[in-house]
């Protein structure tokens, strides 16, 4: 199954945005939980996008940044976050990168919707 851009978006403005800048905003007060939510959502990139091809296409940048930076960058912070070995630098830096996902893909969704035909 393969989900409308749209909706792609809307994840990640409420889930992995949300997430991460809750986070960051909490510090060694989130709840554990939350971190094992961030590794499942690690776990589940590569059952969500395509592996990487030897193309410099978009889409296919955008798989390549998903394997190389993102699973490794979520894995870390939900180890790291749930034995509280994060400094508060990483958690400003966490709080930062959450306000960055969803300022972005609002502004995708956003040139989505007002582009598209109803």
């Known amino acids: 199954m393969k989900l409308d851009i749209k909706y792609i978006n809307l994840m990640h403005i409420l889930v992995q945005g949300l997430l991460l800048t809750f986070i960051g905003y909490k510090k060694n007060e989130t709840y554990n939980f939350l971190y094992y939510i961030l590794a499942v959502l690690a776990l589940l990139i590569p ?12 889409w296919n940048i955008i798989n390549i940044v998903h394997y190389i930076i993102v699973i490794p960058m979520f894995l870390y912070i939900a180890y790291n976050g749930y034995y509280q070995k994060l400094s508060d630098s990483e958690y400003k830096n966490i709080f930062i990168f959450g306000i960055i996902i969803m300022i ?15």
């Open 47 to 58: 059952f969500s996008n395509h592996l990487p091809r030897l193309s410099f296409d978009y």
């Open 104 to 118: 972005y893909h609002s502004y995708k969704l956003f040139n989505r919707m007002s582009t598209s035909s109803i």
